[in-house]
């Protein structure tokens, strides 16, 4: 049985342009990091822990306060930063 409400890969850029469009977002968002974090995340500590881990990435991106490409190196080094805690998590 296939779930309609799954999101085919393809459709990550519609759905991304819909939801900044209409949270008033405009930043670019870069998918491949937010998506190697969860899965990181998932992985090494919990499948629940992945949409709080990228929740608190975006927070900690937005008190942060950077655009440009030092938001997009600071998202990096964000990014990098969870998944090595996600890495070393014991439970």
């Known amino acids: 049985m296939t779930d309609e409400r799954r999101l085919p890969p393809e459709a990550l850029d519609a759905w991304l342009a819909e939801l900044t469009a209409h949270l008033g977002v405009d930043d670019t968002i870069a998918i491949g990091t937010v998506l190697d974090v969860a899965r990181d995340v998932a992985h090494d500590v919990a499948r629940p822990a992945a949409p709080l881990s990228t929740f608190v990435l ?34």
């Open 58 to 91: 975006g927070l900690a991106l937005g008190r942060a306060g950077l655009t440009g490409d030092a938001g997009a190196a600071e998202l990096d080094r964000l990014a990098a930063a969870v998944s090595e805690l996600a890495a070393r998590h014991t439970s």
